[in-house]
Structure formats: C-alpha cells, structure tokens
C-alpha cells in the first residue's frame, strides 16, 4: 500500500488548523479525487496538481489516487493546499522519499505549467505553526518576504513543482518561464511606509485637534459636523498620527488581518495604526464582512487596532451604520455562513465627518443654505440615536476665517501630540493593568462609579436629570473626563473635567 503524507495549514477566518494531506495510490481504473470537506476551488486542484506534476517531468499514476485531507469535520478552502496536495501524491509514488516532508508544512498555489503561486494568509498560518512546535515551512517564494517575518521558522521558498522535487532528493525536468521569474523580481521589492500627514499641515481647527487627541488618548469616538471645506477629512486622515504605536503584539494581528487580505506586501509590519475609509455607497457586506461559505474580513476588520473613518456619515445606509453598533461595543464581529461562523476582531476607533445638511450650509445665519427642514430632518434620520449615544465626542468644525501668515508658528507637529498621548495613555494603562483594560474607553462603568469624586458624579446627576445624558452617555462622559485628567496629568478628574467631558458629548461650548 503505498501512502504519502504532508502537512498544510487551512485557515477558518484568522483561526488556523493544522490539516494533514494524505495521498492513497490504489488499483484501479485512472481517476483522482479528494476528500476530507473541500470547497469548490479545492475540488478544482484535481486538474491544477496532475497538470503541475505532468509540467515537472512527473509521469502521473494511470491509476486510482485518492487524496484524504484531515480533519474531515473542519471545511477546506481555497487553492493554497495545492503543492501539499501536490508533494502527498509525489510521496506516494516514490518519486520523492516518503519521510522527507515529515513535520514540514507545504503551502502554494500551483498553475498548470508547474509554477508556485503566492497565497494570503501566511503570516498567521505560520504563527500557529511555532506554536504547535513546527518549524521548518515550504512556501512560494515571492511569499518568503513575509515568511521572514516570523522568527524561529526555517522557511524554504520555491517556484516550481520541479524545485520542490529536486530539494526532497528527486529528479524533475522544468522550464520556469520569464514571465514568473519577472514576477518573482518585482514581488521583492520593499514594502512602502505608511504614510498618514502631519497635524501641523491643518490650518486652523485647534479646538478640533483637541478634541482628537482627547480620542486618541482614551480610545473614544468621534464625529465631526461642519460646513464642507473646513478641514473634516484632513483632520480624520491625520488620527494615526498621534495614535499611540502599536505594540509588538498588535503589529502581528494587524499584520496577520493584511496578510489574510492580501494587503500585507504594500504595508509590512509597522507600528502605525491603520485607517480605513470605506465610500458611503458601501454595502454591509463591505463593512462588516460577507461572502458565501466562510465570511471574509471586511472594513472594521481591516480597521482594528486603528480607525475606520465614514465622511458623509449620513450618506451610508441605514443598515449598513447599524451593523456597527454591537462591534462598537463587543470589540469583535461574528458572521454566521453556510459553513460555519467565523469571528474577526474589530476593536476600532470610529471617526464619523458629516454636514450639517444635505447642501452643507446650514450654519451660522444659514442664510446660504437651501435645504428644507425636512430634508433636514431626513439627512440625519440614518444616524440614529443608539449609534450617536456610542460616539464619545461630538464637535462642531466651523470654517477657518483666517489664513496664517508665514512668519506664524505652525501648529504643534503630529509627533509631539503623539508623545502627549502616549505618556498620558501609559498612566491609564497603569490605571487598569489589574483588569487589562489599555484605555479609558474600556473601563466599566461601574468603576468609574466608584473611583469617581462625589462632587464631580453630581454634575453627570444633573445632566441625566435635565435629559442631556443617557445612562451609558453618563458613563462615557465619565471616561472622557478620566481622559482629560490623564492629559493634565491629574490622578482623577475634577468638577471642570467632567463638565468638559458632558461639553465633549453634547456639543455644548
């Protein structure tokens, strides 16, 4: 009985199991099939691997050959099982020596002359890897960049079905051809820095600046109301900025959600939070994730650990702004499918930009503005109350009457309200290390309770008993004045703290 044996990796959201590939040569009529619960694109790597074998000098079995993937229960997706597959049947034939792929891990994509194609999701395959103790991996080789960001793996790339014959010890005969090799030259080159714009390049809007800082130090949300051209999106665009880096750990989950959606090779590992914009006309598929089968990541995802921007916030649909009401609160998405329920993480800051009517001059004398009341009115009907009583800020950008001269100081460049936020956010995390709790967004209103002056508790009674303030808009004026003693340098918030933090929500001067 001759049986060949590998590994790969499938990969269930951001979720990795480690599949064993087992190829079974039997009498038989010619016919070749796989089992073990595979998707359709899986189902196709029949012709993908045969052809790729054929292209290596392989004389394929003209005879029954079965490919079991295992753990028959979890489903299998995508075509990155394909050299696995591929190196499983090579074993079982002998044309390689059967214990030379053992506690090796085989990923690729194969096309019909034999080439290895990159794949996505590499990053966090092989992070599950070393921590099931594997550490030597077979990849494409225009993935190795990306294999090379995990320490401790012996990482092996090949282009061809013909290279892997040959590295095991066999015999291949293989042409790779110039246009892969050209591929290949150009998958090498470095990826580009992100780069966000300096908060010093805004005119004007120091109020609004403040009151991003205030976000990016205790991790609250945002929306800005204003005339258009006053600088919303320029302001938005410049959050990360003056975010607190990222940590080593949070660099590898928002490496590992780019590498799941290709999107990794343009940004590398960098300890920049991510920013994400999604047009209005987005479905909610789009932001939240969708798919058939198994649920890809969408714009929230993509958003963790940084921030998801909507501008024209009242353009989007209305059930599209309702998906983020539970990620906003819960810090994850799940998505139920036909094959399962996968869940990604979305613990995101939501920077929201709006005008103040469809027109967008509804301000001041709003003798330029055109809009009737009820289109007013209807303009703001799709952000409603629950999502508005989840933005910890709300402010007003007024336009800029004013153009600063040359000689003028500029304003205070991003990096040194970076380090304003950082030290500040650090006396939090101090705060909080007991309950893991990094910011002051995550505190629980029962501890602000507690922690909270009487006095200063006596101003957030009064806002709730005028009907400024829900019960959990209490609860979030709370943490914005934690946040503002933080920036001050105070141990707990005073009376004007908690005033400021009620002004911060309700957009009272």
Known sequence: MAIGSTLSVGLIGLKAFVVQVQAFISPGLPYFSIIGLPDTSLSEARERVKSACQASGFSWPQTRVTVNMSPAALPKRGSSH?????????????????????????????????????????????????????????????????????????????????????LMGGDARYTISQAHLADDATGDQSPATPHCGDMSEV????????????????????????????????????????MRPLTEGEQLEVAS????????????????????????????????????????????????RGVLFLDEAPEFSAKALQTLREPLESGYVALSRSKGSTYYPAA????????????????????RCVCREKDRIRYFSRLSGPILDRIDIQIEVPPVSRIAVRQEPAGESSAIIRERVTTAQQAACE??????????????????????????MELVNQALSRHELTLRGADRAMRLAWTLADLAGRTSPTEQDVHQGIALRTRMS
């Open 257 to 304: 959600i780019r590498s799941l959606c290709g999107t990794l090779p343009q940004y590398g590992i960098s300890d920049i939070p991510p920013f994400e914009a999604p047009h209005h006309t987005a479905s909610m598929a789009a932001l939240v994730g969708g798919g058939s089968g198994v649920a890809s990541p969408g714009a929230i995802t993509r958003a963790h």
């Open 203 to 242: 005119l004007g809007q120091e109020r609004a600046k403040w009151a991003l800082q205030v976000a990016a130090t205790g991790g609250h949300n945002l929306i800005m109301t204003g005339p258009p051209g006053t600088g919303k999106t320029m302001l938005a665009s410049r959050m990360p900025s003056i």
């Open 431 to 456: 705060r909080f290390q007991e309950f893991g709790w990094t910011c002051n967004a995550q505190a629980s209103g029962s501890w602000l309770h507690k922690h909270t002056s009487l006095k200063a």
């Open 348 to 367: 995101f800051q939501l920077i929201m930009a709006c005008n103040p009517c469809p027109c967008g001059y509804h301000f001041g004398t709003a003798e």
């Open 82 to 166: 394909d050299l696995a597959i591929a190196a499983s049947v090579l074993c079982a034939s002998g044309a390689i020596a059967h214990d030379c792929l053992e506690n090796t891990i085989v990923l690729g994509e194969v096309n019909l002359d034999g080439s290895v194609l990159p794949i996505h999701g590499l990053l966090p395959i092989m992070l599950h890897a070393t921590d099931r103790g594997l550490r030597r991996i077979i990849v494409p080789y225009r993935n190795m960049d990306e294999a090379a960001m995990v320490e401790g793996m012996d990482a092996i790339g090949v282009r061809h079905v013909g290279e892997l014959i040959e």
